[in-house]
């Protein structure tokens, strides 16, 4: 590992803040990781950090990744593979999207030197095979491959620093939100027996249980889809309305694809009544991609 960018990763992180809401009977603490880093935010942070430090060690010059158009993963790759000296290339889902204008999260991602690499969605789905994986090495035989939301070894890793020991003490249940399942297998890594770590998935389908299940063989956790508001991406009303009236009533930002499925589902758990009286919640950041709509 290359101990200079880990230092320097260390240094450009701002310090976390932390604000307790209180809804009903229950103290809700919010960890915001979305204050991280402007750019690096959240969870990408910790996700990134020991996949840079490698592909330094390694002798990279580039770094190579898949996301699709409004990706938190793609914005913070491009952003710190500028700061830390790589190339990027993104490897994008949706060939119609080659066609400027781009996007916001695109033309963040290109200003910061990402070159795009646009796919249609059935070559997307081949983005974990061997073959395809293969050939992406051999075209670009100079970039570090980071997969889709930066999931891997070293980002569990990275993401087993989200907790600090204090937090650990201090807190038994601990929510956060799922997309690839990354984040939440650092966080059950450097969890205790005695805590309860629950995940509120941003996607449909138990599918997300058995991914986390590889990466960890602790029994204290669990996943939820019941508020992902019909998979990936989908919003709906309640969503919609619930995020304008947190934000209203909190003064914190939240978005539609993670945090706010996360605290709309965690403020349905408290209306049942099966929630204990605190608990910490990971705001995994993701802001760059907040709707207009909200
Ligand atoms: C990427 C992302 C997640 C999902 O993290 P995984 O490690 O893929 O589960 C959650 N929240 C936000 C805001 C994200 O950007």
Known sequence: MH?????????????????????????????????????????????????????????????????????????????????????????????????HPYNATLTFAHEYGMQFSFISREQYRQKNQVDFIEQLKTNYPDYYLIPEGGTNDLAILGCQEILSPSDLQDYQTICCAVGTGGTISGIIESCQPHHQVLGFSALKGDFLTREVQQFTSKKNWKIIDDYCCGGYAKVTAELINFIRSFEQKYQIPLEQIYTGKLLMGIFDLVDQGKFPSKVLVIHSGGLQGRSSII
């Open 3 to 99: 101990l200079e960018t880990e230092k320097q990763f260390n240094e450009i992180a701002q310090s976390i803040p932390y604000q307790t809401i209180q809804y009903k009977d229950v103290a809700i603490t919010i960890k915001r990781l979305d204050q991280i880093h402007p750019a690096i935010s959240g969870n990408k942070f910790f996700k990134l950090k020991y996949n840079f430090s490698q592909a330094k060690n390694l002798g990279y010059k580039g770094v190579l990744t898949f996301g699709g158009a409004f990706s938190n993963h793609i914005a913070a790759t491009a952003f710190a593979a500028q700061l830390f000296g790589f190339k990027s290339l993104g490897i994008i889902r949706g060939e119609e999207l080659q066609s």
